[in-house]
């Protein structure tokens, strides 16, 4: 099979890494003051890509930990996608020009479709879309709001698009080390042509072998992990060996 791409999470709070539980604000841990030192320290650890979220970002609907993202393409250079708060053509051109190699729209995706096929086509194969859901219901702004559309429909609506990878997160999971929605990640997966990421819930070594399973023959290209990573619960040379394999 096809070797799975592990992306360490760095999500930004305040200037901060940090790890939520189900998308709870008020439920950040600290795991790092310098996000710059904590990406370099994931790349030197052997990852090929990383996956950084803007939380502030995406309940403002606009960037807001900037100076964060900065330093962290300051000091690594492994490809890195971002998301939260990206929600304009110039804020996508902009991070690109930066050193951002693939942009995530996860809120403007849900609620303006449009705008992520303006996207694909002004920016080919840089752009991803982010599915949150609850419930197996796209959630939104920062996972505040639910919606009554299925993950799969939309993503259905970018099937054409150009769209680069679908990051599919299962909200309830997220931060919770409970193991990750299998089972609807794979059914996605089997509905879309477009790549799909997985993310929310890895706590485990275990985790990931289950996932290296089911993912044979699927459209799965990879899994995002976070706090399983800065707890120590899964090693970083040892889950890429295992994926690598």
Not at 72 to 90: E, F, K, M, S
Not at 180 to 208: F, K, M, Y
């Amino acid at each position: 099979m096809t070797a799975l791409t592990i992306y360490p999470a760095i999500d930004l709070k305040d200037g901060q890494c940090v790890r939520l539980r189900r998308g709870d604000m008020a439920r950040a841990t600290v795991y790092a003051d310098d996000p710059g030192a904590q990406a370099k320290l994931w790349q030197d650890s052997g990852f090929a890509w990383l996956h950084v979220v803007d939380l502030n970002g995406a309940f403002a609907g606009k960037p807001v930990n900037a100076a964060a993202v900065r330093s962290i393409l300051a000091r690594v250079t492994v490809p890195v996608q971002l998301g939260g708060g990206i929600r304009d053509l110039p804020g996508i051109a902009a991070w690109l020009e930066a050193g951002i190699t693939r942009v995530i729209l996860g809120s403007a995706a849900a609620k303006n479709p449009p705008f992520v096929l303006e996207a694909c086509k002004a920016f080919p194969g840089r752009i991803a879309v982010g599915i949150d859901a609850r419930d197996g219901f796209v959630a939104t702004e920062g996972w505040a709001e639910t919606s009554d559309m299925a993950a799969a429909e939309l993503g259905l609506r970018f099937e054409d698009a150009g769209v680069s990878a679908i990051i599919y997160t299962d909200i309830g999971r997220d931060g919770m080390l409970s193991g990750l929605n299998l089972d609807q990640t794979v059914a996605l997966s089997a509905r879309l042509t477009t790549p799909v990421i997985a993310s929310g819930g890895v706590g485990s070594p275990g985790d990931l072998a289950a996932l290296k399973l089911a993912a044979e023959g699927t459209r799965i290209e990879g899994v995002i992990v976070g706090r399983a990573l800065y707890d120590g619960r899964v090693d970083p040379a040892e889950a890429l060996a295992l994926f690598s394999a």
